[in-house]
């Protein structure tokens, strides 16, 4: 089984700060894809990030980026340059790479950025 | 190109009333999800379709809820007779057939509430 744990139930930031949202998993599969997904307060899940677990390097897309420690089990988000649009839940989920695609996701983090 | 869309968004019923969703994912994904997000909690998928066969719905409440999705298109959620605990938002995602990333792509959700 699959099991995404985020420790942080919300974090407050200063604009323009860099911020790291927590994530943990534990899996039993051998290959396996790791994601993140921003949900605004109108609900809809963006996507944001992936990182595959047999991926050399860590992934990085505009200001996210993904710190991927395998041995640890994490896969923490990095936010550079916080901005007030980046205030909303976000989700950590993985998906093994074979069989079924389904994400399963963590708890949230409510991010919330001070002007 | 057109996102997932959803309807209706927002749906308030009594309990033991029945109630259906409906979900038009983005032309050419072959995989569909639903997923039943409880406030304050991250999605959890109900049931996985690939064009019109189901793949996983283990966490589907059979006895109260099904799907179908004819054509291997447009897909709707049934909840008969609905439960105080099913007030929740409920997603559809959609998804291509490999790739690396296979990123799963959601809709604006349905928010239901059951009183």
């Known amino acids: 089984a699959q099991k995404i744990t985020q420790t942080q139930p919300g974090m407050f930031v200063q604009e323009k700060e860099a911020v790291t949202l927590d994530c943990t998993y534990d899996?039993?599969?051998?290959?396996?894809?790791l994601f993140w997904y921003k949900q605004p307060s109108s609900g809809e899940m963006i996507f944001l990030i992936y990182?595959?677990?047999?991926?050399?390097q860590n992934a990085t897309e505009g200001r996210y980026s993904l710190n991927f420690q395998k041995a640890r089990k994490s896969a923490n988000l990095v936010i550079s340059a916080s901005q007030l649009g980046d205030s909303a839940m976000y989700f950590c989920?993985?998906?093994?790479?074979?069989?079924?695609?389904?994400?399963?996701f963590g708890q949230g983090t409510r991010l919330t950025i001070n002007p | 190109e057109a996102g997932v869309a959803q309807s209706p968004r927002y749906k308030i019923i009594e309990k033991r009333q029945s109630v259906a969703f409906w979900c038009n994912p983005i032309?050419?994904?072959?995989?569909l999800y639903w997923y039943q997000q409880i406030l304050g909690q991250g999605p959890k998928l109900l049931i996985q379709?690939?064009?019109?066969?189901?793949?996983?719905d283990s966490q589907l409440p059979k006895d109260r809820f099904s799907a179908e999705r004819l054509k291997g298109v447009d897909s709707t959620l049934k909840i008969q007779p609905a439960k105080l605990e099913d007030s929740a938002v409920y997603l559809c995602?959609?998804?291509?057939?490999?790739?690396?990333?296979?990123?799963?792509?959601f809709g604006p959700g349905t928010r239901l509430t059951v009183l």
């Open positions: 995602a959609s998804s291509l057939v490999g790739g690396r990333v296979n990123e799963q792509f």
């Open positions: 899996t039993s599969d051998p290959s396996y894809g």
């Open positions: 990182q595959g677990s047999y991926d050399q």
């Open positions: 989920a993985m998906r093994a790479i074979q069989g079924a695609q389904k994400l399963v």
């Open positions: 032309s050419g994904h072959a995989t």
């Open positions: 379709f690939q064009n019109n066969g189901v793949v996983d």
